[in-house]
Each structure stands twice: as C-alpha cells, then as structure tokens.
C-alpha cells in the first residue's frame, strides 16, 4: 500500500501557475501518475486536470477564465501542437527534465465538439525498477516467464490493453537478462519511460523524419544487440523488422496491444510480411498481463493494483493451430500444454486474499 495514496492528489499536489505547470507534472510523476487528463470546456472555459494513479482517475485541480487559458496554451506550446483552435487531432511531445535526465511526455490533443479541447499526457516511471521477483508473479507464471528469456533466441512477447503494466514487465525482464551478462542491451521506445543502467536506450521521435520506429529499426539489424527491446509493435514496418531480427536469432521483447496470447499471436501474424509459418518460428512465447485491485489485509479495502498473468510457449501443435486458424477454441486446446492461465493464477490469488474475484472481473472476462 502506498501511503501517498492515502490522501487525494487534490491534497497533496501543489496548485501551480502557467508558468510552473511542469512542475505539476514532476509532483504527479512523484506520486505514480501515470498519465493527466486535461480537459478544458468550449462551453465555459473551465480547465479540469485529472490524473490516473493506480488505474483510477482523480480530480487534481479546476482552472477558469484567463488562468485556463494560459495553462493550455502553454502546454500545447511546449508539446510542439497548434495553439489555436484545431478541429484535427494531434500528437506532440513534451519535455520534462527529472533527476537530470530528458524525459519526454507523449501527449495527443482530442478536439471537441464543443470547441474545447482534451489533452492527454503519458508519464515517465521514477525510481527503483523492481525484478521479476519483486513483481507478484505466481511461482508457475515467475518460472515460465523466465524460460521464455533463457531461450537464447527469437521474440518474447508482453501483452495487454494500454496501463496494464506490461512495460514495467518487460523492463524487468531486460534487467533480468542484463544481469546475466548477455552483452548488448538495445531498447527502441516512445517515449523513454524509465531510465534503466547499463542499457542502451534509444527514443523514438515520429515527428523527425528518419527517427520513427519503422525507420529506426532497420538501423538495429546491424547493431550488434544481443537483445533488442521493442517499446511497442504498432505498424507492419516495426512487426516486420522485429520478426526479423528474431529470426537472425538475436533475443526480442517486445509488447504488443492484445487481449490475451491467442490474440497476441494472431496479431503478429496480421501484421507481419512474411508467412505465418516463418512469424511463428520467430517466437518463443507470450505473457500477457493485467492489473487487479489489490485487497488491504483485514479490510475490504482496496489499495494499489496486482498483476495476473498467463504465459504461453509456442510448440509444434500451438504453430499448427495458428496456421490453420479454424477457431479460437482449438488453438486454446492446442496451447493448453504449455500454457497458464489467468483463470488459475487469480483462483491462487483469491485464495491468498491478494484480491476478490468480483474485483478481478471487472479487469479480464472467462475467471
């Protein structure tokens, strides 16, 4: 339980001016937001800050009239988005400097259909990154996680919606590896969310030409990477390229938006120039990931989040499914071998009283 989150953010984060604002985002980040909402009305220039800590969105502060008005337009100037009234919508980037290092905030702009506009930034992660030990995995789920990294080649995958958690895992998993001195360490993400030692990271800018993903990762077919980390598979060009680094036999991480591990696998077939036999033979496995409100011992309270998990390891029978794609039902036979569940892991948890199944299925469908 985080003693922070005790108290609501409106207590606790400072009320800043236009001119300040980033360090509202310093204190947000400080408190493990993990992104801000703001919202400003068209009807009556009311600006809403809300921020998402633990899943859970939070009113922070309520901006009006001129001071509104400068918070927004700041902000907007600063993510390098148009500051006048855009009915299209945009992505920018937002600088925001902590503990010496050039963090950047994604955001994207909503534009209304009342004149007003809603931002949305992502925040960079501080502090320690915990190992997959520390994670909360179940023991069958900690193990075959790690058997999946310890093959010595081709693409683990890390699935789930946005806020699941699944970078936080797949940094972990890097430094699992990094511990086990496997030489170079490449990561390609957008943005750089936490700054992780001994590891070469890499930040993706769409907006220059030349530095977007599908750009980038030609360059890394050449780099000399003994593991490479994918922040995302987003497009063809990023799937294609990714595969094939995987196929060289150079290690992959990657996280990829997907509901569950049949998905994930079929979503990389989708996306990839290639066959799906030769996408297939490039992966190890998936883990997919999500997080459930974590019961507070003795109560029925609730504080924090826990994750679940299910991993899958790709085999002949699960390949052969795939291909033949006749349905959702066979290809989950077919993986049953070698393959956990989310159902089992939170029928462990509840046991324990980490969580409630009620709570669990709000999150994830079928436990």
């Not at 600063?78 to 600088?95: H, I, L």
């Not at 001195?181 to 990561?187: E, L, P, R, S």
Request: hydrophobic letters at 40%; aromatic letters at 4%.
């Amino acid at each position: 339980m985080h003693a922070e989150l005790v108290t609501p953010l409106s207590e606790v984060i400072t009320r800043r001016d236009a001119l300040d604002f980033s360090d509202v985002f310093r204190d947000l980040v400080a408190h493990g937001v993990s992104d801000v909402h703001m919202m400003m009305s068209g009807s009556d220039g009311r600006l809403r800050l809300e921020a998402r800590v633990d899943g859970k969105k939070q009113l922070v502060h309520e901006y009006e009239g001129v001071e509104a008005k400068k918070i927004i337009t700041l902000l907007k100037t600063r993510a390098k988005m148009a500051t006048d009234v855009n009915k299209v919508p945009e992505d920018g980037s937002y600088a925001l400097p902590i503990d010496g290092f050039p963090y950047r905030a994604r955001a994207v702009r909503l534009p209304l259909f009342d004149g007003g506009e809603h931002l949305v930034f992502r925040l960079p992660q501080t502090g320690r990154l915990r190992t997959l030990d520390e994670l909360g995995f179940t023991a069958k789920n900690l193990t075959a996680t790690k058997e999946l990294l310890d093959i010595p080649g081709g693409m683990t995958l890390f699935a789930g919606p946005t806020g699941e958690g699944k970078s936080t895992t797949s940094q972990s998993s890097l430094m699992y590896l990094r511990d086990q001195d496997n030489g170079v360490i490449i990561t390609l993400e957008d943005p750089v969310e936490r700054v992780m030692p001994g590891v070469s990271q890499m930040e993706v800018q769409e907006e220059v030409e030349g530095a977007g993903f599908g750009d980038m990762m030609r360059f890394l077919v050449r780099s000399d990477a003994n593991v490479l980390f994918v922040g995302e598979i987003r497009d063809r060009a990023t799937a294609t390229a990714a595969v094939e680094i995987a196929k060289s036999g150079r290690r992959v991480i990657a996280t990829i938006h997907a509901t569950d591990n049949v998905s994930a696998f079929l979503r990389l077939i989708s996306m990839v120039d290639d066959t799906p036999l030769s996408v297939l033979e490039s992966v190890n496995g998936v883990v997919s990931q999500r997080l459930v409100p974590r019961l507070i011992p003795g109560t029925n309270r609730f504080s924090g989040r826990y994750p679940i998990h299910e991993v899958t390891a790709n085999s002949d029978e699960l390949t052969d499914a795939l291909i033949e794609s006749t349905s959702r039902t066979h290809i989950r036979s077919a993986a049953a071998a070698t393959s956990t569940t989310f159902k089992e892991t939170v029928a462990e948890l509840v046991s324990d009283g980490i969580t409630t199944l009620e709570e669990v299925r709000k999150v994830v469908r079928n436990v």
